[in-house]
Nanobody, 124 residues
Framework: VQLQASGGGLVQAGGSLRLSCAAS????????MGWFRQAPGKEREFVATIAMRGVMMEIADSLKGRFTISRASAENTIYPQMNSLKSEDTANYLC??????????????????WGQGTLVTVSS
């Protein structure tokens, strides 16, 4: 499975941005897709995840109310929508995919495939 993230760029604080991540290859085996982010000098953190079938989705508690996530299962693509962006949202946003459901889906090791990411820069 290959993951291609896109949609990053420069945005002003308070603005919105919609990223996308498209999976290719053996996508029939992917059950979850999600996002992590890593800011310079900081640890990587969970952002959101969504099941490719069914209703399961999860957003990091600190981002609820500003971030949402949706999917286009037929295209094996997910879309995080980021609103009311802040300078602390500046990070490299990394797309991930899982082949099985686990009790937790908020850790990097819960996923089986990882993309290179797309950079988001929020200017204040």
């Amino acid at each position: 499975v290959q993951l291609q993230a896109s949609g990053g760029g420069l945005v002003q604080a308070g603005g919105s941005l919609r990223l996308s991540c498209a999976a290719s290859g053996r996508t029939s085996s992917v059950v979850l897709m999600g996002w992590f982010r890593q800011a310079p000098g900081k640890e990587r953190e969970f952002v959101a995840t969504i099941a490719m079938r069914g209703v399961m989705m999860e957003i990091a508690d600190s981002l609820k109310g500003r971030f949402t996530i949706s999917r286009a299962s037929a295209e094996n693509t997910i879309y995080p929508q980021m609103n009311s962006l802040k300078s602390e949202d500046t990070a490299n946003y990394l797309c991930v995919a899982a082949l099985i459901r686990r009790r937790s889906q908020t850790a990097w090791v819960d996923y089986d495939y990882w993309g290179q990411g797309t950079l988001v820069t929020v200017s204040s």
